[in-house]
């Protein structure tokens, strides 16, 4: 700080810039921003099939809803100074389309298998509505909705496993299976010590991901129960935003959705994927 604390700095700076240097130095100002985004609609969400880890793109409709995605930043003037994604291209691809649709290309872009989705053991793959047709309506919410409950483990070699894939060497190929508290594990940390400084600092930050990961996310921001987290879905390709105050807790509760009526209906979708 003392570095730039001479007089011809100072003159160079207008009231406002000192007021957000001053800020940016001593902490953050009254409220922080932060944007959460859904992937747009994957292959296999349009399919039906669990995805988790597996590596799918993005369907027509999911790329067009990446692109409504940065209009909506744009028309709501919430353009993203850093954006955080998963290491799985249907994130990336929302992330490179919002951007692209927003005229932010050039921002900063931090990625981390610590934003994947929730590994969905060997359930990988399988269709939703066979699956509880299967195993029945309460074995097949506990393994989808429940807080603690991990479907069965993924086994390694098989053919919807991530073991032998490079990007998840230095975790000897990730887990084989998660629930939501196992996701809650592996990525409140990230955002503590990695994107929490960033709202500090004053920068707008995006956070592009998976439903799993950001309901994790949300399940720390808003406080909600173990219980009652089962009954929130995120629906794909609609900003979320949350104004945090000085102790990073929303300002509004849930945050808002830039399209809430697209929001509504988007997670009664979520809701009643299984169903044919």
């Known amino acids: 700080v003392a570095a730039i604390s001479g007089p011809d700095f100072r003159s160079a700076l207008t009231l ?11 902490g953050m100002g009254d409220t922080a ?15 039906n099939l669990f995805t988790g880890w597996v590596d799918v793109g993005l369907t027509e409709k999911g790329r067009a809803e990446a692109v409504r995605s940065g209009e909506l930043l744009t028309e709501h003037g919430l353009l993203p100074d850093v954006l955080y994604t998963s290491l ?23 990625r981390s298998w610590r934003l994947n989705e929730r590994h969905y053991g060997a359930l990988q793959g399988l269709d939703k509505a066979e ?60 955002f503590t010590d990695v994107i ?12 592009v991901a998976h439903g799993n990961s950001l309901r994790a996310l949300v399940k720390h921001l808003d406080q909600i129960s173990d219980d009652e987290i089962s009954e929130l879905n995120i629906p794909t390709g609609i900003p979320l935003r949350y104004d945090l105050d000085a102790d990073l807790r929303p300002v509004v509760p849930g945050g ?9 209906a988007g997670a009664a979708a979520v809701a009643s994927q299984g169903a044919r």
């Open 16 to 26: 406002d810039a000192r007021r957000t240097l001053r800020e940016r130095l001593t």
């Open 196 to 207: 929490v400084p960033d709202l500090r600092f004053g920068k707008t930050v995006l956070i």
């Open 256 to 264: 808002t959705y830039l399209d809430p009526e697209a929001a509504a």
């Open 88 to 110: 799985l291209r249907r994130a990336i691809t929302t992330a490179h389309l919002a951007l692209d649709a927003a005229d932010r290309l050039w921002l900063p872009v931090r």
């Open 131 to 190: 699956t509880k047709a299967r195993y029945g309506d309460e074995q097949f919410m506990a393994w989808r909705r429940s807080y603690d409950t991990p479907p069965p483990p993924i086994e390694k070699g098989s053919k919807f496993s991530q073991d032998g894939d490079p990007r998840y060497a230095d975790i000897s190929g990730g887990p084989l299976t998660e629930c939501l508290a196992d996701v809650v594990v592996r990525f409140l940390p990230y």
């Open 33 to 47: 921003t932060l944007v959460l985004l859904r992937h747009g609609e994957s292959e296999w969400n349009s399919l």
